[in-house]
């Protein structure tokens, strides 16, 4: 996953296994410490939610039924 403001707006990409190409999110939006996210892989739409840790870290629930974790890339 990457992440970039654009126009002020915050904008997600994501590629897919076995793919060259980045994917748009249908949404991305940071409001507090948490990162609320939401695409369609595979033909189903998915929702993650990340609360941040500390600055390289968060965890959080995907679909609200799997547990997370994150770890910044730099």
Do not use: C, P, W
């Not at 403001?5 to 748009?24: D, I, N, P, R, S």
């Not at 189903?44 to 990340?50: A, G, P």
């Amino acid at each position: 996953m990457r992440f970039e403001t654009k126009e002020g707006k915050l904008k997600g990409y994501f590629t897919a296994k076995g793919e060259q190409t980045e994917t748009e999110m249908t949404s991305a939006e940071a409001k507090g410490d948490e990162l609320i996210l939401a695409f369609t892989i595979s033909g189903y739409d998915i929702n993650l939610v990340i609360t941040k840790k500390d600055d390289d870290h968060g965890s959080g629930k995907l679909m609200d039924m799997f547990e997370v974790e994150a770890t910044r890339v730099k």
